[in-house]
């Protein structure tokens, strides 16, 4: 005894809307509307229709019908009040013709939603569900206020930060020069080619090609950093402290994502670990030519351990690590001369072998991996064009081995033809950079929810010229895997308090046809 | 549960839609453009936007990839409209991905949350109620605290949407709320708001009908100071716990009464309709059915008088006697000017005369048929057809009343409207030869309305009449004088064609009335033997009447004059009915100048007594008709008999099956186990060798059809990529894309494809399946491939016999109306004429119209009209006729005629094709 749906649609039956009460199929919604006006007989002076298995409702509105599916059972008075009351609220939101009709369906399905409630009718009118309609509430003018003020107040207190920051960054430009950055995590975002000369710098200190810094120098640096660093989250909880005022995220984690989706933002994906005394980076960068086919050209998995030691009172450590179970097996490592690399070999210590002397906050370990296996890729990426007479669809598909989380996955495939691609499904997101001529696969993380995926896209033209494939992505865990357990004082086996953070970046993933 | 959901998307045609919008589809969407808009355009522009990608959605082009980019830059907007919307998103998209709920969800549930929690009521209300459309537990889960917490807001918009999602939230995952229909309670014991109580109580009556009847017998006293609203539910509950225990019933049965004079007609019209099904005692009848008649004469809406008409037919058919009483009230509502209203209470009242209301109702029947009579008349000729039609009925049984009623009657037989003239005089013709009594004063009257006659038919049968019922030479003399007045035109001098030219021209200038002799110079030469035969035998009356013997003589000169002009009249003309007109005439003048004696008994005796014996047989096929349409439906022997007797008293009402035809219409058929017929609707789709083996179930419903496809991997190698891709041909489009799948070695899958269908036509399926064999290292272009062997699709499936709906007329004019004929010569095996038209009926599913008792073998020639409706409203008539030859065999023509062209050709096709029945042994 309920009304099943509510629809406008035209006299030769095309349905311009309609808005279901019960759990209806698609199909039996559209097949109901548009037998209906075939029902209408003519020169009747009654304006329902009964069938074997329901009843409609209806009333000309000049060239349109309104009409209620009920079932058999319903109650006729009811339905029909229901009926006049809808044909009243139509004219208020559209004009009696077909287009306006459905320029307007939404504001008009929202006007179905308050005078029906699961297909019972709800005792209101016209008025009332204008009120409805429009939302406006005391309450919330009230709340908004009282936001507003905290907003600003909030605001207020984010600028001055911002100013801030931005006069000890000038000062640091000034001073630092160019290695101002490193301690900033900065392997964390995500280059593209256009901008590669920007990305050298920060992947330099990982190679370990920089001679030890002027003692000076270091210890301001990292000072420096870690100064920058907390204003830097400072800003991110001011910002957050808006968002959440404003219901945009929950969480201050959450920040850092929604900060870096918007465009020009270049802040690292990985929040900043703040640094304590000692801080220890572990980079990655992983380089790879392959084919198509699935033939390995070369894998070049470069990596270094960092130490940095920000409290100049601690000197004599050592430091346990542990590595995966690729370390040892694909991975080449080299120690630092002051290192013992017997102690590393033997049971993945990291000491000094003269234990007199300081340990260097530099680059003390790098690894090295170059193979054709594989199995060392952590993201392989799949392109199947099929060129088809005046358009071509291309189904790209990527699948992840590495047991770890990747984020920030980007694809670049060149597209041959002059039009932009149409793409028809796609798992993450993509956009067209147009000067490039570039479709750009966005996978924002993957982790073991998508270890595979898929897009499939259609340009016009006939070609199958999709590669070089360009492939980028980073991670928190590397390849080698390879953690720090603890750092402890050289004599008495306390542990220190240290911070640690792990990259894995790409430098360089093609594939070639 | 993961596990149901997943089944429930893999058959994601079935999915339940809740919204529908058209939408012309131009170019494809561009994600793009979307994301640049969602990101950086302002209000207006995403809502703009936003609506593109809902319309986008429901109209199958789910554009997943913007899901995150949506809940990144339009989910913090606090714009109203981009919040609605953002709501009817959630309700559209699919929220699962391979039976797994989407991770971004969880996104939208927090935003969720905070809506609930949101300081503006309309924005809590509406997300309330979308609420009720979600079937994800794991979302709903962290949302049922805040839900629960809308329950006590202050504004009632909220809370009565609030109870609504713990309805829907308990119905469908009952251990997120456990105590839902306690909390519910005691919220409706406090509760003052009309909207809140109601929906608490359907919660209530829902989910815990106990705690509802509880409710309920607390405040029944009450019951009738509530508001319609609350009171409406509660007759809807009152219904529902009676049915399940009859015990209850006493209890409640007072409350209804009360309700039956509720000031809300919806309520009243519900309460007559629960008191029916409670009880069938007299007295809740009675107050039930005078409930009716109070909405039948007091709401001024055609569409509620109808249906309450409709339900006073049922009434009528398990408790006449009740109606009987009550007929006067229902006759009413004959003041309506709805002539439908009309009929239906004419319908009634007919079967409800009984001696003791006869007088009664022949008085208002007379009243309104004198209101007719005025020009501002609105309600037509076709509404004084339907009076004469009843008083003709009802007198039938009623004698007595027949003196006062033939009179009146006979002074519409100048009805220019052939229907109701033809009517009266039939009726007249039944009562002269029935009632002997009435005979003279009959044809006394029907003599002086000669003159007025204005239908051919008409006039045919009223000469006959008083040339056969005339009992006294001054009404002799005085019908000639009148039917040689009415053919005076005619007698006058012959003019030359020339001046019939001019004459004519002129005539038509006038514009002349319609007349007798008009119909015979225009060629109705049918009429025109039938007064020279009807002259004819007046004259023998006039000489066993014993005419004196001058008179006699004149008389029989005047009427071979009158046939000699009309002979005359009919060697010229044209038209082809005067051959035989000619000859008919020529053997009445044969029969003046020789009358011979066997002849003569054969005009005078004969023709009565055949006319006699045909009323005799209308009268015995009546009766076996009324028996047949009386006898009870067949009772399959493994059904539940009810035993009245077995049954606590009295708990006979009508059977109420208000949940079926819930069910019913929402178009949930549940076919259980499929029977013998069923398996022959499955069609082989490719070869028993090739590497994948199809064949598809078709499954007819209304509007649909799906098929039910199953898969078999032939090889011993994995399937990748298979894909079902159709074809149609036809009024048939498809749903939705059957998604690509894998098969393993060896192994059956099944896929669903539905199909829509929109009009009665043949319909072809074509299809391919195309697949890649896992591991081998072939490009992509040399797909394999299997074609499908077609699926043709039954027009007989749609069409439904209409022969109830039909009356001749009704046929007749659409007969004329419909454009599409198809004609298809009969070429049959049967040698019945009778078998032969009930075969095509049974293999087209289409009614034959025309009465059995008019269906007979015997004279060797045979036309009967059928007719048909399908599914999509569109009517098809056909027309047989046939005839016997010689050597045994049928020959004839069948015509379709339709307004469409499908219909008529595939029903034709259907018929050509069934026409012969397969021979037992060839």
């Not at chain 2, 809590?124 to 839900?147: D, H, I, N, Y």
Request: net charge neutral.
């Amino acid at each position: 005894m309920v009304v099943l749906a509510a629809a406008i649609c035209t006299k030769n039956g095309k349905p311009l809307l309609s808005r279901q009460f019960s759990e209806m199929t698609k199909s039996r919604v559209e097949g109901l509307l548009s037998a209906f006006p075939k029902l209408i007989g003519t020169g009747k002076q009654h304006t329902f229709i009964e069938t074997e298995n329901i009843r409609y409702v209806y009333q000309p509105l000049e060239s349109l019908y309104i009409v209620l599916i009920t079932n058999k059972n319903s109650n006729i008075l009811e339905d029909l009040e229901t009926l006049h009351l809808l044909a009243k609220l139509v004219p208020e939101y559209a004009n009696f013709d077909e287009h306006d009709i459905s320029r307007k369906a939404f504001e008009l399905v929202f006007t179905f939603d308050e005078v029906i409630a699961m297909g019972y009718k709800e005792r209101v009118n016209v008025q009332q569900i204008k009120t409805f309609i429009s939302m406006e509430s005391h309450e919330e003018e009230r709340a908004r206020k009282e936001e507003q003020m905290r907003e600003k107040e909030a605001k207020n207190e984010g600028r001055r930060k911002i100013k801030e920051l931005e006069k000890i960054r000038a000062e640091n430009i000034v001073k630092g020069g160019r290695y101002a950055g490193i301690g900033s995590g900065s392997g964390g975002y995500i280059p593209v080619p256009t901008n590669s000369s920007e990305r050298n710098p920060s992947s330099s200190p990982t190679t370990g090609y920089i001679p030890p810094q002027p003692h000076i120098n270091t210890k301001q640096a990292p000072g420096k950093e870690g100064m920058k660093l907390s204003k830097a989250t400072n800003k991110n909880s001011a910002i957050a402290q808006v968002l959440k005022e404003e219901r945009v995220v929950e969480k201050v984690e959450d920040v850092a994502a929604h900060l870096d989706s918007s465009p020009n933002q270049l802040l690292p994906t990985t929040p900043a670990i703040p640094q304590e005394g000692v801080h220890i980076t572990i980079e990655e960068e992983f380089m790879a030519l392959v084919e198509n086919d699935g033939t390995v050209d070369t894998i070049d998995i470069k990596g270094g351990l960092l130490v940095t030691i920000n409290d100049s009172n601690i000197s004599k450590i050592k430091i346990p690590t542990a590595q995966g179970p690729l370390a040892r097996k694909s991975f080449q490592f080299n120690t630092h001369p002051l290192i013992d690399k017997q102690l590393f070999v033997e049971s993945n210590l990291l000491k000094l072998k003269d234990p007199s002397r300081g340990f260097p906050s530099t680059g003390i370990l790098k690894w090295r991996c170059k193979t054709t296996d594989d199995s060392m890729i952590p993201l392989k990426v799949s392109c199947w064009p099929s060129p088809g007479r005046d358009s071509t669809t291309v189904n790209m598909e990527y699948e992840s081995l590495a047991s770890f989380e990747l984020k920030n996955i980007q694809i670049f495939i060149p597209n041959p033809s002059a039009s932009s691609p149409i793409v028809n499904n796609i798992d993450g997101l993509y956009e067209y950079n147009t000067k490039e001529k570039m479709v750009v696969w966005k996978i924002p993380m993957i982790d073991d929810t998508n270890r595979t995926g898929s897009m499939e896209f259609t340009v016009k033209g006939n070609s199958s010229n999709f590669y070089p494939l360009s492939v980028f992505f980073n991670a928190t865990t590397t390849m080698c895997d390879i953690s720090i357990k603890d750092v402890l004082y050289e004599d008495s086996n306390e542990s220190i308090r240290f911070s640690s953070e792990s990259t894995l970046s790409v430098d360089k993933y093609e594939i070639n046809n | 549960m993961a596990s149901a959901s997943a089944l429930n998307t893999s058959g994601s045609i079935e999915k339940p839609c809740t919204i529908l919008i058209h939408y012309d589809k131009g170019d494809p969407p561009q994600i793009n453009e979307f994301k640049q808009v969602f990101e950086n355009g302002n209000d207006e522009q995403k809502v703009d936007a936003l609506k593109r990608v809902i319309l986008y959605t429901i109209n199958g082009e789910p554009l997943s990839q913007l899901l995150m980019t949506i809940i990144k830059h339009v989910v913090p907007s606090r714009n109203h409209t981009l919040k609605k919307l953002l709501l009817i998103y959630w309700e559209v998209i699919e929220k699962t991905h391979l039976g797994k709920l989407k991770s971004e969800m969880i996104l939208v549930c927090n935003s969720l949350l905070n809506d609930l929690n949101h300081p503006n009521e309309f924005i809590r209300g509406s997300t309330l109620r979308f609420l009720c459309k979600l079937r994800e537990a794991e979302v709903l889960e962290p949302l049922v605290p805040a839900v629960r917490n809308n329950l006590e807001y202050r504004h009632a918009y909220v809370r009565r949407n609030a109870v609504l999602a713990i309805y829907n939230i308990y119905s469908h995952f009952e251990y997120l709320i456990p105590d839902a229909p306690e909390l519910i309670y005691n919220f409706l014991l406090v509760e003052g708001d009309a909207s809140c109580k109601r929906n608490a109580f359907i919660m209530l009556f829902n989910c815990a009908q106990d705690k509802a009847v509880e409710y309920l017998s607390t405040v029944l006293d009450q019951v009738p100071s509530f508001g319609d609203m609350l009171q409406f539910i509660i007759v809807e509950l009152i219904r529902k716990v009676c049915k399940k225990n009859p015990s209850e019933r006493s209890k409640y049965i007072k409350c209804i009464f009360t309700l039956l004079n509720s000031s809300s007609p919806a309520v009243k019209y519900e309460s007559a309709g629960t008191l029916l099904s409670l009880s069938s005692a007299p007295t809740a009848v009675r107050g039930a059915a005078s409930a009716y008649i109070d909405l039948l004469c007091n709401e001024s809406d055609n569409n509620v008088k109808m249906i309450v008409l409709d339900k006073l037919l049922e009434i009528k058919k398990n408790h006449s006697k009740i109606m009987e009483e009550l007929v006067m009230d229902i006759m009413r509502a004959l003041s309506s000017p709805n002539l439908d209203i009309c009929k239906k209470v004419l319908n009634i009242v007919l079967d409800s005369v009984t001696p003791k209301n006869i007088d009664e109702v022949i008085l208002v029947l007379k009243k309104e048929i004198n209101k007719t009579r005025f020009k501002e008349f609105d309600k037509g000729l076709e509404y004084r057809h339907l009076l004469i039609q009843t008083i003709h009925v009802s007198s039938l049984k009623y004698p007595e009343v027949l003196g006062s009623v033939i009179p009146l009657l006979i002074e519409y037989l100048g009805d220019t409207y052939k229907a109701s003239a033809t009517e009266v005089i039939i009726f007249v013709r039944e009562v002269v030869e029935t009632y002997p009594h009435l005979c003279q004063e009959i044809t006394q009257k029907l003599i002086e309305n000669l003159s007025s006659i204005k239908v051919s038919k008409v006039y045919r049968v009223a000469v006959w009449i008083i040339s056969e019922y005339v009992n006294s030479v001054q009404d002799l003399t005085f019908a000639f004088t009148s039917i040689q007045k009415d053919l005076e035109e005619l007698l006058k001098p012959k003019p030359t064609p020339e001046q019939m030219e001019i004459m004519s021209k002129s005539k038509a200038k006038v514009g002349e009335q319609i007349s007798i002799h008009k119909l015979i110079s225009d060629g109705d030469w049918f009429l025109a033997a039938s007064i020279s035969s009807s002259l004819c035998k007046l004259y023998m009356k006039a000489e066993e009447l014993q005419m004196d013997g001058a008179a006699l003589n004149k008389l029989k000169a005047e009427i071979m004059l009158i046939l000699v002009v009309l002979i005359n009249l009919a060697k010229t003309s044209q038209a082809s009915t005067t051959k035989s007109a000619y000859e008919r005439m020529i053997s009445c003048i044969q029969m003046l100048i020789d009358p011979n004696p066997a002849l003569r008994k054969i005009w005078i005796k004969d023709c009565r007594d055949s006319f006699t014996q045909y009323l005799k047989y209308l009268l015995f096929k009546q009766s076996e008709s009324k028996k047949k349409s009386g006898k009870e439906a067949i009772v399959k022997p493994n059904s539940i008999i009810n035993i009245r007797q077995l049954k606590s008293k009295r708990a006979f009402g009508p059977v109420d099956n208000d949940e079926d035809d819930l069910i019913k219409a929402v178009g949930i058929m549940n076919t259980t186990g499929k029977d013998s017929s069923e398996h022959a609707k499955i069609y082989q789709l490719s070869g028993y060798s090739d590497p994948i083996y199809a064949e598809a179930y078709v499954k007819v419903h209304q509007y649909d059809i799906v098929l039910d496809i199953s898969i078999f991997n032939q090889t011993n190698d994995t399937l990748q990529n298979v894909t079902l891709e159709l074809v149609t041909l036809g009024d048939l489009k498809i749903c939705e894309r059957v998604p690509s799948f894998t098969v393993g070695p060896r192994e059956k899958t099944t896929a669903k494809a539905s199909i829509k269908v929109s009009s009665t036509d043949n319909g072809v399926i074509m299809g391919t399946i195309t697949f890649d064999v896992a591991g081998s290292v072939s490009q992509m272009s040399d797909k394999n491939c299997v074609i499908l062997n077609e699926v043709h699709i039954d027009v007989i499936d749609y069409i439904q016999p209409a022969n109830h709906s039909y009356t001749d007329l009704l046929f007749r004019s659409h007969w004329l109306e419909f454009e599409w004929e198809n004609k298809i010569p009969v070429n049959t095996n049967i040698n019945d004429l009778v078998q032969y038209v009930q075969h095509i009926s049974k293999v087209t599913n289409m009614g034959i119209l025309t009465p059995d008792i008019e269906l007979s073998s015997e004279t060797g020639i045979l036309s009967a009209n059928l007719c048909a409706k399908s599914v999509f409203g569109e009517d098809a008539l056909a027309n047989i006729c046939i005839e016997k030859q010689i050597d045994g065999k049928i020959s004839g023509f069948i015509r379709i005629r339709a307004k469409v062209q499908g219909i008529a050709v595939s029903l034709g096709e259907k018929m050509a094709l069934k026409q012969k029945i397969a021979q037992p042994s060839a």
